[in-house]
């Protein structure tokens, strides 16, 4: 039975699937319509990190704490730290991390919790999650002003902008220099450059393989930071909670 499936039956089945496939498309031609300019637009929202796609706009920090309160602080904290679901979004940065746009906590791990702003190289990159993706329950409801004050509360949290500040797509990308840990990624390696090393150095296994070491643990002193994670995760799909209450 393995071998019953020759190459022949292999390109007469293909030959069979392509000749439906044509008549299918045949049959219902006239089917569907090109996309309007305006139906592109609406979903053309991205923005790159060189800012391209960036729609004007300004806000200032303390409209965003006021749309922060409102629509952020419930899940995330009112000054960013979060709840006991989401991870902080701020915290673990320094002046000193300002200033040389990388973040030393990375290195030492003397934060034993990672904050979004301790790890994201591009400020295009919170400006693009909120717009597209924020509120939770009613994401792309933002306006584009209020984006903007969002992205500078969350900087002035962190230190990198002060309180007066008003971000807009005019000086975004001065911004974009003051971030903590922008020099903090490297793009020379094997996922963004064909001639660069790959990320994984293992050789392949298929059969009677070493079991993996565990790369990423919890220090003792934060295991039961957040209650006993285990009990914590959904009863379906593959992911499993770590036992975390000290015994």
């Known amino acids: 039975m393995r071998n019953f499936f ?13 000749a439906c496939f044509l008549n299918s498309a045949q049959a219902f031609e006239g089917i569907g319509r090109p996309a309007t300019q305006a139906e592109i637009k609406a979903w ?24 922060w309160d409102t629509n952020c602080a ?75 004050a969002v992205v500078a509360y969350i900087l002035n949290l ?17 911004v974009q220099a003051r971030l903590p840990n922008r020099n903090g990624v490297t793009l020379k390696h094997g996922m963004w450059l064909p001639s660069g090393k790959p990320d994984l150095q293992e050789k392949r296994c298929m059969s009677n393989c070493k079991p993996l070491p565990v790369t990423s643990v919890l220090p003792d002193y934060a295991l039961d930071a957040h209650g006993n994670i285990a009990d914590q995760n959904r009863l379906v799909g593959p992911v499993r909670g770590m036992v975390t209450v000290k015994k």
């Not at 060189?50 to 704490?65: A, H, I």
């Not at 990672?114 to 924020?134: C, H, P």
């Not at 902008?161 to 797509?169: E, G, H, P």
């Open 44 to 67: 053309d929202i991205d923005v790159r990190p060189d800012f391209k796609g960036l729609p004007k706009g300004k806000g200032s920090v303390q409209m965003g704490q006021n749309v």
């Open 6 to 18: 020759t190459t022949k039956h292999l390109l007469a089945s293909s030959f069979v699937f392509t």
């Open 158 to 174: 962190g230190g990198v902008v002060q309180d007066d500040f008003v971000l807009s797509n005019e000086n975004i990308a001065e």
């Open 74 to 148: 419930s899940c995330h904290g009112t000054f960013g730290e979060s709840n006991e679901v989401f991870t902080p979004i701020v915290g673990g940065t320094t002046d000193a991390d300002v200033k040389k746009g990388k973040v030393s906590a990375l290195a030492d791990n003397s934060m034993p919790q990672r904050s979004t702003l301790m790890k994201v190289s591009q400020v295009s990159t919170l400006w693009d999650y909120i717009n597209r993706a924020m509120p939770w329950q009613a994401p792309k409801s933002l306006k584009t002003d209020e984006v903007y």
